[in-house]
């Protein structure tokens, strides 16, 4: 067994913290202070070399204690090496230096350890792999210094003669890039995301009772499953998702509920969820159930921890706070390493572990966190930045911290003994090494014990790696993100579930850059990768296509800044069914920044708690997966932005269903859940301007549903749109509702209760209007303030403020300016404000309390239309004295709207989306047109024509209020498919067309007709074929083809519309005749043009058994139907009507057949040529009726 070299001191606590049997104390020796040199001792290195070289001199071996106890010339031996040059010749150069310690045979095992100046200096790097595997460790000159150095070398398990060899070369800082990973082509999972809805929820706070809009202000969260929960209705398990001060339980009730939402959110926070420098953290053990709830106290440092065994309804405290590291604190659990088993009433071990300023610590705990051991060390000075989640391997309990930076390299840190001791591991082989980053790194370990790391590798690529020896050696270290053109990677999460399956989830941006400058303009959105082979390939998955969720810089330096918003991490599980379940933060919530253009600056700078769900694909338990590779697509996540009386809607499709969107259906409605079709666009449209929600006094309400081959999406994802006023007057951006305290305070403080804030732009400035509604000012409270604050970088502060002023006199005064948020130690500091100026002179104030302030907007950044001002919030004060009255978080304050610092944590998000003063005085915006529907350019049926009742017989409708000039043809000779004549063509068919008691009839299409019929373009190509040219009025009509002297063979009966922009369309054709086999089949040909036209409805009909009703002797029993592209391919297919996923849509249309063995397919196709086919199941024959509708 590996040990991290400690302390002696550190040494005798860890001896100390646990009984476990069988093993004993050490008596502990300290280093002798006389160093035993390896062969040669020393070496100096500088930028360009040389490298150096030596062996190893120790006699002995078994320094199992590591560093701490190894006897110099016995279990150690040490290399001192002196780095040459300056800080800035290594800076400039971009050069480290690589140290290697080889073993010479395969059961030799080394450790290696690095110091400044002395063996009892600073430890710069180490590590410690298992027998026969190459220690690396790092000196980087221009962040460790130059100077003495010592090369540590201990002896942990050799056999004595044995000597190490050792080298040391100035190496590139930047090492090699890891190869792109090899493409997984097969289904792709697909996502749907929920977001927390918009309630008021209680929460606790240090000055008592209050309420937060659930789900906001949920930077950093945590996401487990509850695979126990006793919960009936929760497929898969109960979710929970932990931030702030809020535990979330989610049920996903229902994969496709009718008429409503199929995850609820209920806040059940743990008692020990209390805001002092709060930093929350998460755990569910998902084999037993337990949900942990954890909050970090920073200035203790101490952590107080609570479970539930029952999904938040009761709650236990630990025993006490734990003492413990200041930030990153992180909870997990899993079986016991051997020789352990099993804890005290507790099947699993529970560690905590948490980062100090230097070191890193854990606790465990073995009564299922009622009681914690005391602190171990997990590294030192060795590693620093950030480490991620514990993780614990579910097959023999190796316990994983992994680590950004050991030595400039991502690594693990691991534990073998339950968390006695700790071992560094680089992630690394002989042809790449891992780079640290800003970002913590992630683990997830599957059934078998493989681990998945992945790593923001120097902040641009998503870099995986995969370990089957507990991090001692990696293999497959490759790329996720090149291949998408991803430029910049944040805060990767890893789960994994069966042998040789993971999922890794991470934000992603296509623009370069530093991601922590403020000028920084990309778009962020949600990644997750997956990997169904080991880690041999990976298919990556776009969770929000079309809705980024975040706009400009993620900061990752701790402290205040604007674009921090969605903090250090996010967080990743699975359900009990193996859905991969992502619980991240949208900074970008809502209509005005989601529909944000690319170039726009400024942000939602929200924190929004948002689940990705999988709905479709392969899952990490294998025993779960669906049976086909296609399936109906996920529900789009939509937004809305209501700008007077225009409603823009955007929605983002995470899941495809792994075939193409073909259409998307729009429905609204002014009553909640009772929406109906408004329109369809085209499968590539993604937003869609509704100009006719026109009525102020209603709310409309809005569903999109997705289309493909497979069927439609389900009706959940409602979204509402209230009136909230123009731009003209002035948007609202945020009202308190009436379950806000405030209301309490109207009544003692009416002249500081906020109603509402709003935004405007008058029309033919270059102005903004800032609006506050308190309940009155009918008087003026002396020594107070009214503040109206938002988030911009063009502020040297980070945000802007407006807002009136009161004197000792209650004289009224404005003033605009800006706020700074200031860092103290580790905790974000006190907003303070700097006034820059006066507004516009007409700014004012009513008794019925409206403030109004105008302030051109060149004063404010001068934002440009498409613009956004995030994090838009009132705050009103009172009370200030000459200490306070520049200080937004005092005693003085007295109502706010939901902005805490710099994060908006309102519902619904508030962000406001600068037009630009001339659209005020423009006509009302133009709605996205709808584009016209395509139509039925060509209508056609090919059957054997026989004699009697089995000729093939047409009907045809044309729609509308105007006639239309048609070509109807009756084809045989000319028949082919893919070039070659159809054997058993009909020679001669000669054609009827009946409209009412009028026939007309043709065979051979020269006799009569013959210019009009060249004139149409589509002349039949054999003397002997048929055509009619005739315009007809709407009505219905029918075409009969037979053969001439009773001739039979296959034949072709088709309508062409040579009129489509007359005022009525080619509705249907219903087709009769005999189905037969093999080429004899049934086949319905149609076009649909033109191309640049939205995709029509269509219903396709195969009927048979209801013939007969009709009189139709020797009726097709049971048909089959199917649908083809112009390339052949089947796109659906139908045996039975009822089974068809949009038979919902055949019945509402009044197309459903009498007989359930009949067939029919609703679809919404693209422009092109199709093909339906009518069978016998079976290979069984008779009459059938093959039937085209386009349903306008």
């Known amino acids: 067994m590996k040990k991290k070299a400690i302390s002696p001191v550190a040494r005798i606590t860890a001896g100390t913290l646990f009984l476990i049997s069988a093993v004993a104390l050490i008596v502990l020796a300290t280093f002798s202070n006389r160093l035993h040199s390896a062969n040669p001792a020393s070496g100096n290195i500088g930028t360009g070399g040389p490298a150096l070289a030596w062996t190893g001199t120790a006699t002995g071996t078994g320094a199992a204690n590591g560093e701490s106890t190894c006897v110099e010339g016995v279990s150690c031996d040490t290399f001192t090496l002196t780095v040459t040059g300056t800080i800035a010749d290594w800076a400039a150069a971009g050069r480290r230096i690589e140290v290697k310690i080889t073993p010479p045979a395969s059961q030799d095992d080394y450790d290696l350890v690095i110091h400044k100046d002395t063996n009892s200096g600073k430890i710069i790097d180490s590590s410690g792999n298992g027998a026969g595997i190459t220690e690396v460790a790092h000196i980087n000159p221009a962040a460790d210094g130059v100077g003495v150095f010592t090369v540590h070398v201990i002896y942990f398990a050799t056999v004595p003669s044995d000597q190490y060899a050792g080298t040391a070369n100035a190496v590139s800082l930047t090492p090699p890039q890891p190869p792109p990973a090899t493409v997984d082509n097969g289904p792709k999972p697909g996502y749907e995301n929920f977001e927390a809805p918009g309630i008021l929820t209680p929460v606790t706070t240090t000055t008592g009772p209050t309420v937060e809009f659930m789900g906001r202000g949920a930077g950093e969260p945590s996401i487990g499953v509850n695979w126990n929960s006793a919960s009936s209705t929760a497929i898969g398990g109960v979710t929970n998702f932990q931030s702030e001060l809020e535990t979330l339980f989610i049920n996903f009730a229902s994969l496709c509920p009718t008429g409503g939402v199929n995850a609820t959110w209920s806040n059940r926070a743990a008692p020990t969820s209390q805001v002092i420098d709060s930093d929350p953290i998460g755990f569910t053990d998902r084999q037993t159930g337990r949900v942990f709830a954890a909050e970090l106290t920073a200035t203790s440092p101490t952590c107080k921890i609570s479970f539930s065994d029952n999904d938040g309804q009761t709650w236990i405290p630990s025993s006490g706070p734990l003492g413990s590291g200041i930030d990153h604190e992180t909870v997990g659990g899993g079986p016991y390493h051997a020789p352990l088993s099993t804890g005290a009433g507790y099947p699993n071990a529970v560690y905590y572990c948490s980062q100090d300023l230097v070191s890193a610590f854990c606790l465990r705990s073995d009564d299922g966190g009622a009681h914690f051991g005391p602190i171990v060390a997990t590294y030192t000075t060795e590693c620093g930045g950030l480490h991620g989640h514990v993780k614990v391997s579910p097959k023999d309990g190796t316990v994983y911290l992994p680590n950004n930076n050991c030595g400039g390299d991502g690594a693990v840190v691991v534990s073998e003994d339950n968390g006695v001791t700790w071992h560094i591991r680089h992630v690394r082989n002989n042809s790449v090494d891992t780079v640290a980053g800003n970002s913590d790194p992630a683990a997830g370990i599957d059934s078998n014990g493989r681990v998945y790391f992945a790593i923001a590798n120097a902040d641009s690529a998503l870099v995986v790696a995969t370990s089957d020896d507990r991090g001692s050696t990696w293999n497959n270290i490759v790329d996720l993100s090149s291949a998408l053109g991803l430029k910049n990677i944040r805060y990767p999460a890893a789960v994994a579930g069966d042998a040789g399956r993971a999922a890794v989830a991470f934000y992603g941006s296509t623009t370069a850059g530093s991601a922590n400058a403020a000028t920084f303009n990309g778009v962020w959105h949600l990644y997750v990768a997956h990997t169904f082979d080991g880690g041999a390939s990976w298919t990556v998955s776009d969770a929000t296509p079309s809705a980024p969720i975040q706009r400009g810089c993620i900061w990752t330096g701790g402290g205040a800044n604007i674009c921090r918003n969605l903090l250090d991490f996010f967080d990743i599980s699975i359900d ?67 700008v007077g009386s225009v409603v823009h809607l955007a929605w983002s499709e995470g899941d495809t269903g792994n075939s193409g969107i073909m259409n998307y259906q729009i429905l609204r409605s002014t009553v909640s859940n009772a929406e109906t079709l408004l329109t369809t666009v085209p499968g590539n449209q993604t937003t869609y301007d509704d100009a006719t929600a026109s009525d102020s006094s209603k709310t409309y309400y809005y569903k999109v549903v997705a289309v493909n081959v ?162 838009f919030n009132g705050r009103t004060f009172t009370g200030d004295t000459p200490q306070t009255v520049t200080l937004e978080r005092s005693t003085a304050l007295i109502d706010h709207t939901f902005v805490k610092a710099q994060t908006d944590n309102a519902y619904p998000p508030a962000t406001y989306s600068v037009v630009g003063n001339p659209a005020c005085t423009a006509p009302t915006p133009t709605p996205t047109p709808p584009k016209t529907p395509a139509q039925l350019q060509n209508i056609s049926t090919r059957a054997r024509v026989l004699t009697g009742d089995n000729v093939l017989i047409g009907g045809f409708i044309i729609t509308g209020t105007a006639s239309k000039k048609v070509i109807v043809r009756a084809l045989g000779p000319s028949i082919t498919s893919n070039g070659v004549p159809v054997a058993g063509r009909l020679a001669d068919p000669i054609l009827e067309l009946h409209a009412g008691n009028t026939t007309t009839t043709n065979d051979n299409w020269k006799s009569t007709q013959q210019a009009e019929i060249i004139a149409s373009g589509v002349a039949p190509t054999n003397d002997l074929e048929s055509a009619i040219v005739a315009t007809l009025a709407p009505g219905n009509y029918t075409a009969v083809v037979r053969g001439v002297g009773g001739g039979t063979g296959i034949g072709l009966v088709e309508v062409y519309d040579l009129s489509q922009a007359s005022l009525s369309l080619l509705g249907n054709i219903s087709s009769r005749g005999f189905v037969d086999v093999n080429d004899n089949v049934m086949i319905g040909g149609f076009i649909i043009g033109p191309v640049d036209r939205s995709n029509p409805r269509i219903v396709v009909r195969a009927l048979g058994p209801s013939l007969t009703s009709s009189g139709v002797p020797n009726a097709l029993q049971n048909p089959i139907l199917e649908l083809h592209d112009a390339s052949g391919t089947t796109i659906n297919t139908n045996d039975d009507w009822p089974t068809d996923p949009n038979s919902s849509f055949v019945v509402a249309n009044g197309l459903a057949p009498s007989d359930t063995r009949e067939s029919a397919i609703f679809t919404t196709p693209t422009p092109g040529n199709y093909t339906a086919v009518a069978r016998g199941v079976g290979n069984t024959t008779g009459v059938g009726l093959i039937e085209i509708y386009n349903l306008q």
């Open 576 to 642: 009990k069914h193996g859905r991969v379940e992502v619980g991240y933060v949208n900074g970008c919530s809502g209509g005005s920044c989601a529909q944000a253009a690319a170039t726009a600056t400024g942000n939602g700078y929200g924190a929004t708690a948002t689940i990705a769900r999988q709905s479709s694909g392969r899952r990490m338990l294998a025993v779960f997966d669906p049976t086909s590779p296609t399936s109906a697509p996920g529900a789009p996540a939509i937004t809305q932005r209501r």
């Open 710 to 871: 497979v069927g439609g999406s389900c009706t959940n994802n409602e979204i509402s749109a209230p009136y909230l006023g123009d731009t003209c007057t002035g948007i609202i951006i945020h009202q308190n509702l009436p379950t806000h305290p405030e209301s309490n305070t109207a009544n003692s403080n009416p002249q500081l209760a906020i109603d509402y804030v709003a935004i405007g732009e008058p029309p033919s400035t270059a102005n903004f209007i800032f609006t506050m509604k308190v309940t009155n000012l009918s008087t003026i409270p002396p020594n107070s303030r009214w503040r109206m604050v938002w988030d911009s970088y063009a502020s040297a502060g980070q945000q802007f403020y407006v807002g009136m002023n009161s004197d000792s006199t209650s004289n009224v005064t404005f003033e605009y300016g800006e706020v700074a948020t200031a860092v103290v130690g580790l905790v974000v500091g006190v907003p303070t404000e700097t006034k820059k100026g006066v507004p516009l002179p007409t700014s004012n104030f009513n008794v019925d309390g409206t403030i109004t302030i105008f302030i051109a907007k060149a004063s404010v950044g001068n934002p440009q239309p498409g613009d956004l001002l995030g994090g």
